[in-house]
C-alpha cells in the first residue's frame, strides 16, 4: 500500500515594515555629524555658544546703550528701568557690560586658542616626526615652559610690557601651548609609522609634504577637540588676568565686571553674578561641544558600513 504524502508550499511571511525602516536606518552611513546631534549634551552645548556668539556679535547693533556711561543711580537692582540687569557702583548698564564684554572675552580667548594651536603643534610635530636630538631639545624646551607658573608669568610680562589685549593673548599662549605640543608629539610619533606614510617616504616624497598634506589631517580631529578646551581654559584665564586688573581698562570684559565689583558682593550680588554666570555658560558650552567631538571623531563610535 503506498502512502500519498502531500505537500504544501509554505508562503514567507510579508515583511514587518518597521524592521525595514530599522534595518535601512542601521544601513546608512553614521558620519561625525550624525554621532554629534545624537550626544543631547553637545547640541545643548553647541546652542548656548551660538547664542552667547550671536549676542555678542549682533547684540551691540541692537543694545546701543554705552558700557562706561552711567544710566542713572549706581547699585539699581535688575529690572529697573534703563538698567535691565542692574547697575554697578558707577551707575553704568550691567546688561551693556555683558554684551561689549563678551566680544572681547571671545576674541581674545579664540585669539590665544589659535596661537596656542600654531605655537604647539609646530613644535610638536616636529619634535615627533624628526625624533632623536631634535626630539629631545625640543622636549626639554617644552619643559622649561611647563615649569613656569601660568599666572605669575602673566603677570610680569604684563606688568613689563604692557596690558593689551593683543598682549594678553600672546602671553596666554606662551603658556598654555606645552600642551598642545607633548599632544601633537604623540600623535606623529603614533602615525609616522604606518604603512602609508612609509608609501609616501619610499616614492620620493618630501618631510614637509608628509607632515602637512598626511599626518596632520590625520591628527587634526585630536588637535581640534584639544583646540576647544584651550579656548575655554583661554577664557578663565583672561577672565581671571582682567580680575586682578591686568587686563587693558579701556575695554569692558566679563572679568574686569567682577574684578571692579567685587567690594561690593554683599552690597549689590547682580553685579558679580551674571557676568560670572556668562563665563560659566561659556565654558560649559565649548567644554561640552568639545565632548561631543571627541565621541564623534572617535573611531570605535563610527559604525560605518
Known amino acids: 500500500m503506498t502512502q500519498s504524502v502531500s505537500t504544501q508550499a509554505v508562503l514567507p511571511l510579508p515583511p514587518n515594515p518597521e524592521s525595514l525602516q530599522e534595518k535601512a536606518l542601521n544601513m546608512r552611513p553614521t558620519t561625525a555629524w550624525a554621532l554629534f546631534r545624537r550626544n543631547r549634551a553637545a547640541m ?4 548656548v555658544l551660538i547664542l552667547i556668539v550671536l549676542m555678542t556679535v549682533i547684540g551691540p ?5 554705552d558700557p562706561f556711561a552711567s544710566v542713572g543711580a549706581r547699585f539699581q537692582p535688575p529690572g529697573s528701568p534703563g538698567a535691565p540687569l542692574g547697575s554697578d557702583y558707577l551707575g553704568r548698564d550691567g546688561l551693556a557690560g555683558i554684551i561689549h564684554g563678551g566680544m572681547t572675552t571671545l576674541l581674545v580667548g579664540l585669539f590665544a586658542a589659535v596661537m596656542t594651536l600654531l605655537i604647539g603643534v609646530g613644535i610638536g ?3 615627533g616626526y624628526v625624533g632623536g636630538r631634535v626630539d629631545s631639545a625640543l622636549m626639554s624646551f617644552t619643559e622649561l615652559f611647563q615649569v613656569i607658573p601660568a599666572t605669575l608669568f602673566a603677570m610680569v610680562v604684563l606688568t613689563l610690557y604692557g596690558s593689551s589685549n593683543v598682549a594678553v593673548a600672546i602671553v596666554m599662549a606662551c603658556v598654555l601651548w606645552t600642551g598642545t605640543a607633548r599632544l601633537a608629539r604623540s600623535e606623529f610619533l603614533r602615525l609616522k609609522n ?3 606614510i612609509r608609501a609616501q617616504r619610499s616614492l620620493g616624497a618630501s618631510d614637509l609634504r608628509i607632515i602637512i598634506r598626511t599626518v596632520l589631517p590625520n591628527a587634526l580631529p585630536t588637535l581640534m577637540i584639544n583646540a576647544t578646551m584651550i579656548v575655554g581654559v583661554a577664557i578663565l584665564l583672561q577672565a581671571a588676568l582682567s580680575f586682578l586688573g591686568l587686563a587693558d581698562p579701556n575695554v569692558f570684559t566679563w572679568g574686569m ?4 565689583s567685587r567690594p561690593y558682593l554683599t552690597v549689590a550680588w547682580w553685579t558679580i553674578t551674571f557676568p560670572g554666570v556668562a563665563i560659566f555658560l561659556t565654558v560649559l558650552s565649548v567644554s561640552l561641544v568639545g565632548d561631543g567631538l571627541q565621541d564623534a571623531w572617535n573611531p570605535k563610535l563610527k559604525e560605518r558600513r
Open 44 to 47: 545643548f552645548g553647541l546652542i
Open 257 to 260: 565686571m567682577i574684578g571692579n
Open 61 to 65: 547693533f541692537i543694545y546701543t546703550q
Open 194 to 196: 604606518f604603512e602609508f
Open 125 to 127: 610635530a616636529v619634535a
